[in-house]
């Protein structure tokens, strides 16, 4: 006999009761199921709006050795409604300027057990780099290391293990686009891009390729090295290196595609496919006349080419000694320009090619849109003391009369040893009204 229970209030279940129960609790049940697909679909669309890819698709491909995405992105949903302004993200670049290995600066890092080491070319500098999401430096001379002599002016061969500070004290690109990067042909352009890519992978080479490299161009552009792409939350800067000035040593079989020069296609077309996989393009310019301190009316022309062409910064180079900062443009289209950062270390014999110059820009993008935030130019001046360890560069605020008493440097005029006022005041001459003297800098926002 099959036991039947009894409801609360001591009624027997009907059989329709029964079905109906058994219907609510189908019901439930694909309820149940029904919610839970809502709320796995609800955390990956959180999940994918999220991603910092996502304005643009995929991330692009990178580039082979010298277009390197850093990516800090998360997977954490966000916590407001997508409507909502997004959190602002700020990259902050750092560059220094011509990194000249003449004799006595190979010299200086010749230790008492016959290896070689740089660090001291850079330790004052330290906290400034180790700042910097980016930092950046002019790898003037070829880097081609013990196979060829080691050698100063005219035709460099520098160590390999210049290129070992320059990783240690935490640079990210390397710019190499010179009129020295075919001092040693062909071969020393290989030899150096085999260096980088074996010993400091992740350390990014731009401006100079193989030239037996079919791959090297991006799609659109002709920069033999491409662009670098580094990216934090969401926020992109591309960055191409490009010279203007060549020694005449260019083999036309290549079509100079061992290193990137200046043409104006060849730069629109590579702007503009920076901008379709960038938020911002800087473009590294080794320009200008030797020892001009006023930018020439060729940098002028080169400007405004990488202005309409869609460039955000131009940071220049090669002149050794520091240019102004310009502002070109107006509104959306505004372009800032430092035209020479001069030297950061060698042994040139003025007091004006001791001075350089460190660019610190601040990029920035909310909800709306990417742009250039705060920069500052801040002079640096080498350092030069006998001995190993000897040859260094100091920001201009850091130097000092004790210093400059070690580092007997004569003046453009033929004058005495150049004091510390002696940097300031010369600074003050070329940098003009926008030159702050309390702060040793010029300093801005777009």
């Known amino acids: 006999m099959t036991e039947q229970h009894s409801q609360p209030d001591g009624r027997r279940p009907s059989a329709s009761g029964a079905r109906r129960r058994r219907r609510w609790c189908k019901v439930s049940l694909l309820a149940l199921v029904v919610l839970a697909v809502v709320l796995v679909a609800t955390l990956a669309f959180r999940a994918l709006m999220a991603s910092p890819g996502r304005a643009q698709g995929e991330r692009p491909q990178r580039m082979p050795r010298v277009s390197v995405s850093d990516v800090q992105a998360t997977d954490e949903p966000q916590e407001q409604p997508v409507a909502q302004p997004a959190e602002t993200v700020t ?21 008492a057990d016959g290896s070689l080491a740089y660090d001291h070319l850079f330790a004052p500098l330290a906290a400034d780099i180790a700042e910097a999401d980016v930092a950046v430096l002019n790898q003037e001379t070829i880097l081609g290391g013990s196979s060829w002599p080691y050698t100063g002016y005219p035709t460099f061969n520098s160590p390999q293990e210049v290129g070992d500070a320059e990783a240690a004290a935490g640079f990210d690109v390397i710019l190499k686009a010179t009129n020295h990067t075919l001092d040693l042909g062909y071969d020393g352009v290989r030899a150096e891009l085999a260096y980088w890519a074996s010993a400091h992978p992740e350390v990014a080479v731009i401006g100079m390729a193989d030239p037996d490299d079919d791959g090297i161009c991006p799609a659109g552009g002709t920069s033999p090295a491409g662009a670098y792409v580094y990216e934090k939350d969401g926020l992109r800067i591309a960055l191409l290196n490009y010279t203007d000035v060549l020694n005449g040593n260019v083999d036309p079989a290549h079509d100079g595609r061992a290193v990137s ?3 104006e296609e060849g730069v629109r077309a590579d702007v503009a ?3 379709e996989r960038a938020d911002i393009v800087v473009v590294f310019a080794h320009w200008g006349e030797e020892y001009e301190t006023v930018p020439t009316e060729r940098e002028r022309h080169w400007a405004d080419v990488l202005r309409e062409a869609g460039a955000d910064v131009v940071i220049g180079g090669h002149p050794h000694v520091i240019q102004p900062v310009e502002v070109l443009g107006e509104g959306d289209e505004r372009m800032l320009v430092c035209w020479s950062v001069g030297n950061f270390v060698s042994t040139q014999l003025g007091a004006a090619n001791m001075v350089g110059g460190m660019v610190r820009i601040d990029f920035v993008k909310d909800a709306q849109g990417a742009r250039v935030g705060e920069y500052a130019f801040i002079p640096t001046v080498t350092q030069r003391e006998g001995g190993t360890a000897g040859i ?3 920001k201009l605020a850091d130097y000092t009369d004790e210093l400059a008493a070690r580092s007997p440097i004569s003046s453009i005029d033929g004058g005495n040893g150049a004091t510390a006022a002696w940097y300031a005041d010369y600074c003050a001459q070329v940098l003009g009204d926008a030159f702050d003297r309390e702060t040793a800098s010029v300093h801005g926002s777009l």
């Open 273 to 275: 496919a920076a901008r």
């Open 261 to 263: 020069v200046m043409s």
């Open 392 to 394: 260094t560069a100091y």
């Open 91 to 111: 990259v902050r670049l750092m560059m220094v300027g011509d990194i000249l290995m003449h004799s006595s600066v190979i010299d200086s890092g010749r230790q």
